[in-house]
């Protein structure tokens, strides 16, 4: 069955780096866009940025709040999904998780928590 689990996530100080890591399983990995998205206490999910499956090149489209600190990239030998967070921010704050676009299937995701 599909499964996705997010890791990667901790407690940072603000301007510090994280690499969250998505372990796919139980689908075609290559064959989907997969994306990430986050939920902080109190507000609806939302996208952070996707990046298209293999067969468009890997293109990404991130969202404004995070486009030139966070970068997305995919390995689809390991079925691994993966998001480069620099230059954290207080509002980064939530929990971290990752989708593939068209499976309705969310994973428990990680937790990432910027603070002094």
């Known amino acids: 069955q599909v499964r996705l689990v997010e890791s990667g996530g901790g407690l940072v100080q603000p301007g510090g780096s994280l690499r969250l890591s998505c372990a796919a399983s139980?689908?075609?990995?290559?064959?989907?866009?997969m994306r990430w998205y986050r939920q902080a206490p109190g507000k609806e999910r939302e996208l952070v940025v996707g990046i298209s499956n293999t067969g468009t090149g890997g293109s990404t489209n991130y969202a404004d709040s995070v486009k030139g600190r966070f970068t997305i990239s995919r390995d689809n030998g390991k079925n691994m999904l993966y998001l480069q967070m620099n230059s954290l921010k207080p509002e980064d704050t939530a929990v971290y998780f990752c989708r593939a676009v068209g499976i309705d299937y969310w994973g428990q995701g990680t937790q990432v928590t910027v603070s002094l």
């Open positions: 139980g689908f075609t990995f290559s064959n989907y866009v």
